[in-house]
């Protein structure tokens, strides 16, 4: 049974549905207008009664002029559009966000941390995040990778974004980017490895890790990390 049968007299949730290849845009569209599905290698349709939330943090308006995005999908998906603001117009959300990423990163580094900074938390509001939610992620699993303590806190520097000269070397964005990228490969091939190269099930390395299992895939494959190298003989 797939996702849309499966959700059936319910909700289903399409993330990211900005990054929907052009064959799978078209498959969607016929689930919107006809309702129902069809089986992979079956003949048969089965009607499905569905209510979609999709989300993007691209311009689909853009991408349809663009020819990325199907404009009838577009139109079809834009019925009751709902705006979500970036993180630096919701400062009021950084401390529950920071106390949730905190204990999440925590627990699944195998640590113990009580308390944040005030400071810490002083930084993170003041911050643009340009980068949204999923760079605080990064800042905040960095900072409890290098957590020595009970603690939590951030250098500074990490999220200091001076301009730079043309011509001297990558911008600082750059470099903690890259350090991130670094870091996240880093957390995810210990995992693997604990795991000798499984990925699902309750002693995987994404339970380990405290991420879906897709989530994982994604990061494993953008990050190029060959996975079969961490399976036993």
Not at 11 to 31: H, N
Request: aromatic share 6%; hydrophobic share 40%.
């Amino acid at each position: 049974m797939g996702r849309f049968e499966a959700a059936s007299g319910g909700t289903i949730f399409l993330d990211e549905i900005g990054e929907l290849p052009s064959e799978a845009q078209a498959a969607l569209l016929r689930v919107l207008q006809e309702r129902e599905i069809e089986r992979v290698g079956s003949s048969h349709p089965i009607r499905v009664d569905v209510r979609i939330l999709a989300a993007t943090n691209r311009d689909l308006e853009a991408a349809t002029e663009a020819g990325t995005f199907r404009d009838d999908l577009f139109y079809r998906l834009n019925v009751f559009p709902i705006r979500i603001p970036p993180l630096r117009e919701r400062v009021e959300d950084i401390p529950v966000l920071v106390a949730h990423l905190v204990q999440r990163y925590a627990k699944a580094a195998g640590k113990r941390i009580r308390e944040i900074s005030k400071e810490t938390l002083q930084l993170f509001e003041s911050y643009d995040w340009p980068g949204n939610v999923r760079e605080l992620q990064n800042v905040i699993e960095r900072a409890v990778v290098l957590c020595e303590d009970e603690t939590f806190a951030i250098d500074e520097s990490w999220l200091k974004r001076p301009s730079r000269a043309p011509g001297r070397g990558p911008s600082p964005v750059t470099t903690l980017t890259t350090a991130l990228l670094e870091t996240e490969k880093a957390i995810i091939e210990s995992a693997l490895a604990q795991t000798q190269g499984r990925i699902s099930g309750p002693s995987g390395a994404a339970a380990r890790l405290g991420i879906p299992r897709q989530t994982l895939d994604a990061k494993i494959k953008a990050l190029g990390i060959n996975k079969l190298a961490f399976r036993m003989p």
